[in-house]
């Protein structure tokens, strides 16, 4: 199983992006948990986003209203729109994938780097 993150860049304030992060080797279901992560220089991993199997989203208080995060089964990918960009929200970005059932492996991508200029 792997994880592939894209879309990162750099953006200028307000701007937007558009992170994918690609699933590959097994299928991801409605019903697993799927998020976004991100760490700044110095900073903890923080939880940026989720999407749970009821339909459930999870954000981080410094992004609601912002960031989006949605899935497409069919194309096995994960999405995380992000609007009004703020340089506090550079950071190298990771996708999280835990699929529904007890002691099932957790699996993470390598990340993609989102870096928001002044």
């Known amino acids: 199983v792997q994880l592939v993150e894209s879309g990162g860049g750099l953006v200028q304030t307000g701007g937007s992006l558009r992170l994918s992060c690609a699933a590959s080797g097994r299928s991801i279901s409605s019903i697993d948990v799927m998020g976004w992560y991100r760490q700044a220089p110095g900073k903890q991993r923080e939880l940026v986003a989720a999407?749970?199997?009821?339909?459930?989203?999870n954000y981080a208080d410094s992004v609601k209203g912002r960031f989006t995060i949605s899935r497409d089964t069919s194309k096995n990918t994960v999405y995380l729109q992000m609007d009004s960009l703020k340089p506090e929200d550079t950071a190298v970005y990771y996708c999280r994938w835990k699929p529904y059932g007890l002691g099932s492996p957790e699996y993470w991508g390598q990340g993609t780097e989102v870096t928001v200029s002044s």
């Open positions: 999407t749970y199997g009821s339909g459930t989203t």
